[in-house]
């Protein structure tokens, strides 16, 4: 027997539904926080401040964190809110160390974005399950990479002259035993090359370097050229993988003669 017009109705109300219950938990599963690499992003300060076009009045002259970063998850936890509090034993570390280029005067919006954003999704790991552990973790790879020494000592400096980008990427393996990624601007208007941007690393969830890219992989040894921009700084054209060739590592101003 057909069921009578207002039980269709019904019917029909429940099926709908049934099928937005399935879409939001589809939606959900897509979204499944799931990660398998940590990059440990540096940024090169000159840049930062050159892609956003603000006066950044003295960026520091040497690599800072922008974030640690799991791959593929991001605001693991909304509900999991930044208290300043909790990190202030490490603030002369944060303050040096992971600044905000972009308004120096207020660093803390930049670290509660990375806390929410990246540092909710790290915090699967013991070793990052905390706030003070996330960012107090983080500094504690920066200095172990300690990236700053080993640029000085592969000789590779600011400079008015242009660098290979492969060649920064073997030097960098060849210290690390791992490969990097390395991200630029590209060529703005009326200029020859890309702007060497950050320097990632990576790490296994057990806190050991491995790859960032594979064989084969964009970006990487053998891949298909990169594609499009992966991180955009409001207001700036937004940095992409480098293109294999050259690249400029820009002086902070005044630096030059
Ligand atoms: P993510 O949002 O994944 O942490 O990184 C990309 C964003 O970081 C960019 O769009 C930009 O807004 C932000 N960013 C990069 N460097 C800085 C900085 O030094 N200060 C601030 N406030 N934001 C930054």
Same mark, same amino acid.
């Given at each position: 027997?057909?069921? %009578? %017009? ?53 960026? $520091? ?8 970063? $799991? ?15 909790? *990190? ?48 107090? +973790? ?25 660098? @290979? ?13 791992? *490969?990097?990624?390395? @991200?630029?601007?590209?060529?703005? @208007? !009326? ?5 060497? +941007? ?19 992989? $964009? +970006?990487?040894?053998? +891949?298909? %050229? ?18 294999? !060739? $050259? ?11």
């Amino acid at each position: 027997m057909r069921p %009578a %017009a207002p039980h269709r109705l019904l019917l029909s109300s429940l099926c709908l539904a049934l099928c937005c219950l399935g879409g939001a938990r589809g939606s959900r599963r897509s979204d499944n926080h799931e990660w398998k690499k940590l990059i440990m992003v540096h940024h090169w300060p000159v840049t930062v401040c050159k892609e956003v076009e603000n006066d950044c009045r003295d960026p $520091p002259d040497y690599w800072t964190i922008h974030g640690l970063w $799991p791959d593929k998850a991001e605001e693991c936890n909304g509900s999991w809110h930044f208290h300043l509090e909790e *990190i202030k034993d490490l603030m002369p570390e944060m303050k040096m160390y992971w600044p905000d280029v972009i308004h120096p005067l207020n660093h803390s919006h930049f670290w509660k974005h990375e806390w929410e954003k990246h540092g909710t999704c790290a915090a699967q790991l013991d070793a990052l399950n905390s706030q003070k552990k996330y960012f107090g +973790g983080s500094l504690d790879l920066y200095r172990d990479l300690n990236l700053n020494s080993m640029l000085q000592k592969l000789g590779i400096k600011p400079s008015i002259n242009y660098y @290979q980008v492969s060649d920064i990427k073997d030097a960098l393996a060849s210290i690390y035993g791992v *490969i990097p990624k390395i @991200q630029c601007l590209p060529p703005q @208007q !009326g200029e020859e090359v890309q702007t060497i +941007g950050q320097i990632e690393l990576c790490f296994t969830k057990e806190l050991r370097l491995r790859n960032c890219t594979e064989p084969g992989e $964009p +970006g990487g040894p053998g +891949g298909p %050229a990169p594609r499009g921009p992966r991180t955009g700084v409001s207001g700036g054209t937004g940095l992409e993988v480098c293109e294999d !060739g $050259p690249a400029f590592y820009p002086p902070p101003p005044g630096a030059l003669p």
